[in-house]
């Protein structure tokens, strides 16, 4: 099963205006095609996943796994909960890897439609709730009124999946959760909390100890603990950890994750540049 797994990066800098807009609770309308005639939803379905599991995966090939994906799913026949959760994940990579603000709100929201539907079929089930929340994160990051709401969401996701020890992406759930916690503000305001988010980032490296998008974000709440608590050895053992995972010679893609690792060391080099 291909997953993406660069979801975290939606909870940097969020801001909570005295505004709050809440997250889509909207799902796919109730008047889907019947006749499918020459047209083969399920068919189409396949190819969308086949696109996005296609790697290394370009912008473009998603793009188009995008279009099949909505293509198929204004049919009834096509919304299964599997095809609902892969479309989902397919809106979810480009919201993450598009650098157009626009086009990624855009598939945010067509993302988190997706999700709330998938939900309605299957509520509780890991892989809807899961990019429902990383959905929810990247539509707060993009526009801020929805903030305190998208939170919510992402505290509601992912505590589902960590109380029940549904691994999904690599540790995805903590992962994503702790990022939150290291980024947002503290009490009263928020659930920031860099030691909470430390550990959780310490969970999701014991679910995928080889992983290396769970290693940099682990060298974040290093350097951030170094800096806090005026620990520099943290400042050396996140150096060390961004060098052996990402950054090294010996340092190499997991398969089929070659655009992603890119983008992860990309983050790496900036996260060493701003710690200096």
């Known amino acids: 099963m291909g997953l993406i797994v660069a979801l975290a990066a939606f909870a940097a800098l969020l801001v909570f205006p005295a505004a709050c807009k809440q997250v889509s609770t909207e799902t796919l309308h109730n008047n889907a095609n019947k006749e499918e005639t020459d047209v083969k939803p399920a068919e189409i379905a396949l190819d969308a996943t086949a696109a996005f599991d296609e790697t290394p995966r370009t912008l473009?090939?998603?793009?188009?796994?995008?279009?099949?994906?909505?293509?198929?799913?204004?049919?009834?026949?096509?919304?299964?909960?599997?095809?609902?959760?892969?479309?989902?994940?397919?809106?979810?990579?480009i919201a993450e890897y598009s650098?157009?603000?626009?086009?990624?709100?855009?598939?945010?929201?067509?993302?988190?439609?997706?999700?709330?539907?998938?939900?309605?079929?299957?509520?509780?089930?890991?892989?809807?709730?899961?990019?429902?929340?990383?959905?929810?994160g990247f539509i707060g990051d993009l526009d801020?009124?929805?903030?305190?709401?998208?939170?919510?969401?992402?505290?509601a996701d992912m505590k589902l999946l960590m109380d029940s020890d549904t691994d999904f992406a690599n540790g995805g759930p903590w992962r994503v959760?702790?990022?939150?916690?290291?980024?947002?503000?503290?009490?009263?305001?928020?659930?920031?909390?860099l030691r909470n988010g430390k550990k959780n980032l310490e969970k999701a490296l014991e679910k995928a100890p080889d992983w290396p998008e769970n290693h940099l974000y682990m060298a974040e709440a290093e350097l951030m603990w170094a800096s806090e608590?005026?620990?520099?050895?943290?400042?050396?053992?996140?150096?060390?950890r961004l060098e052996k995972y990402l950054l090294g010679a010996d340092a190499r893609a997991p398969a089929g994750y070659e655009t992603e690792f890119a983008v992860w060391q990309e983050k790496a080099r900036a996260l060493l540049e701003a710690n200096k």
């Open 229 to 240: 608590k005026d620990k520099p050895e943290f400042k050396d053992q996140a150096r060390e």
């Open 99 to 136: 650098t157009d603000n626009v086009e990624r709100e855009r598939h945010a929201n067509r993302g988190i439609t997706y999700a709330n539907t998938a939900l309605k079929l299957k509520e509780g089930a890991a892989e809807a709730t899961f990019f429902h929340g990383v959905l929810a």
């Open 144 to 155: 801020h009124d929805y903030g305190l709401d998208a939170v919510s969401n992402i505290e």
């Open 177 to 193: 959760f702790g990022v939150l916690q290291l980024r947002a503000p503290g009490p009263p305001v928020s659930i920031g909390s």
């Open 60 to 93: 473009e090939r998603v793009r188009i796994s995008s279009s099949m994906f909505a293509r198929a799913l204004e049919y009834e026949s096509a919304r299964s909960y599997e095809t609902l959760w892969k479309a989902a994940r397919t809106e979810a990579w």
